[in-house]
T-cell receptor
C-alpha cells in the first residue's frame, strides 16, 4: 500500500491566488514527521515546511502553511498569493517513528503551474 | 555557506563503465542518503548512512555501491551491473536519524548512459 498519496498529478492556479496541494498518508506510528519539498525544473529539492505528529498548531513558513488533519491523515500544503516562481513539482514526504532507522517515504508529486 | 554539493552536474557514461558521483556536505550532519529519480517519478532510496564507516541498502541498491570514510563525504558508484542507470541522482543529508530530522538535498547529478 502507498504510504504517501498525492492525488493531483497537475494543478493550475492564477497568479496571486491561493492553492492547496493534497497529501494523505498511511502510518500506524504515533510519532512521525511530515515534510513538503519543492522541485523546480533545475532539479534541486528545496525543503519548504515540516509538521510533527504531536504538533497541535498547523505549521507555517511565510506563504506556505500546512493544513494538518491528523484524524483524516491528511497534510495538505497551502500556498498563498501564488507567484510565477512557484511553478514546480511539489512532493509530500513522511518519516515515521522517533527511533533511529526510519527513512523518508516520498509521494509521487504534484506539478503546479502558476498562470500569469 | 553551509550546504551540500554534488559533482558533476551532468555525467555521460558508456555502457559497461563504472562511474562515481560525488556528494559533500559541510553541515556537520551525521546521516547521508542517495536517491534516484526517473522522469516524472518520485524519489527512490538507493543507500543511506547513519554514521561514518556504516551504510545500509535502500529500496533499489542493486548495481550501486557507496562508501562513508569521512563524515562530510558519501560517494556513490554506479556499476556496470546497474541495468538502467540513466536517471537523476540526488544526495541528501540530515542532522540525525529521528522522525523530526529534516533532509536537505544537493543540486543533483544527471547521469546519461550512451
Amino acid at each position: 500500500a502507498q504510504k504517501i498519496t498525492q492525488t493531483q498529478p497537475g494543478m493550475f492556479v492564477q497568479e496571486k491566488e491561493a492553492v492547496t496541494l493534497d497529501c494523505t498518508y498511511d502510518t500506524s506510528d504515533q510519532s512521525y514527521g511530515l515534510f513538503w519539498y519543492k522541485q523546480p525544473s533545475s532539479g534541486e529539492m528545496i525543503f519548504l515546511i515540516y509538521q510533527g505528529s504531536y504538533d497541535e498548531q498547523n505549521a507555517t513558513e511565510g506563504r506556505y502553511s500546512l493544513n494538518f488533519q491528523k484524524a483524516r491523515k491528511s497534510a495538505n500544503l497551502v500556498i498563498s498569493a501564488s507567484q510565477l516562481g512557484d511553478s514546480a513539482m511539489y512532493f509530500c514526504a513522511m518519516r515515521e517513528g522517533d527511533n533511529y532507522g526510519q527513512n523518508f517515504v516520498f509521494g509521487p508529486g504534484t506539478r503546479l503551474s502558476v498562470l500569469p | 555557506d553551509g550546504g551540500i554539493t554534488q559533482s558533476p552536474k551532468y555525467l555521460f557514461r558508456k555502457e559497461g563503465q563504472n562511474v562515481t558521483l560525488s556528494c559533500e556536505q559541510n553541515l556537520n550532519h551525521d546521516a547521508m542518503y542517495w536517491y534516484r529519480q526517473d522522469p516524472g517519478q518520485g524519489l527512490r532510496l538507493i543507500y543511506y548512512s547513519q554514521i561514518v564507516n556504516d551504510f545500509q541498502k535502500g529500496d533499489i541498491a542493486e548495481g550501486y555501491s557507496v562508501s562513508r570514510e569521512k563524515k562530510e563525504s558519501f560517494p556513490l558508484t554506479v556499476t556496470s551491473a546497474q541495468k538502467n542507470p540513466t536517471a537523476f541522482y540526488l544526495c541528501a543529508s540530515s542532522r540525525g536519524y529521528l522522525g523530526t530530522d529534516t533532509q536537505y538535498f544537493g543540486p543533483g547529478t544527471r547521469l546519461t548512459v550512451l
